[in-house]
């Protein structure tokens, strides 16, 4: 994965994703899913990030969000997805999948520093930089599970793993998420 970042400043959003390791679809069972939403969930609620929008596909996520100063973007991302790995590996062990922690395994590029690998190297950040630019990110967000090579759902506010559901229908996402609207001086329908 291209490991492009902007300078970081903690006054901005920034639009981000990483990858499962090897593409490989990590995230395609509700209970990896869960696992993921849960950590930005929890990292959301001690207050390391304003999460405007989220979108978890079977081997990337995409975010929308606002790191703390005190974090850092780069820092969050690392403490994210090392958390997350940790808890899918714990899941995958705790079912006994051999084939699936193998498949982590062989991803692994230097064996000394790590067993398994869950996700790519490094992640891409796009600086918001305007209003225009966030609300194009939070519909591409939205709009991934529609995209015809994943047909997860039919209307983006269908697929639960996402923020749709707040911003299209009004409803509670999975988890909660700060409300892009109030940034882009647009009124709550």
Known sequence: MTRWRPQFDPQHLYFVTTTAAGRARFFERDV???????NLHDRRTIRQIK???????PNHVHLILQAAAEVGLAG???????????????QLEAEGN????????SAVKRPGKQRYKVWEDGY???????????????????????????????????YPWSSAR??????????????????????RD
């Open 98 to 105: 051999q084939p699936a922690l193998d498949k982590l395994a």
């Open 124 to 158: 891409v950040a796009k600086e918001v930089f305007s209003p225009g630019f966030l609300k194009q990110k939070i519909e591409y967000v939205h709009g991934n599970p529609c995209q015809p090579q994943w047909q997860l759902a039919e209307r983006p506010e269908l």
């Open 32 to 38: 990896m899913k869960r696992l993921l939403v849960d």
């Open 51 to 57: 999460l405007y929008a989220f979108v978890v596909m």
């Open 76 to 90: 969050w991302m690392r403490d994210f997805k090392t958390s997350v790995a940790k808890s899918v590996i714990w």
């Open 166 to 187: 707040y911003y299209l229908l009004d409803r509670p996402a999975v988890i909660p998420v700060d409300d892009a609207r109030v940034l882009l001086g647009l009124e």
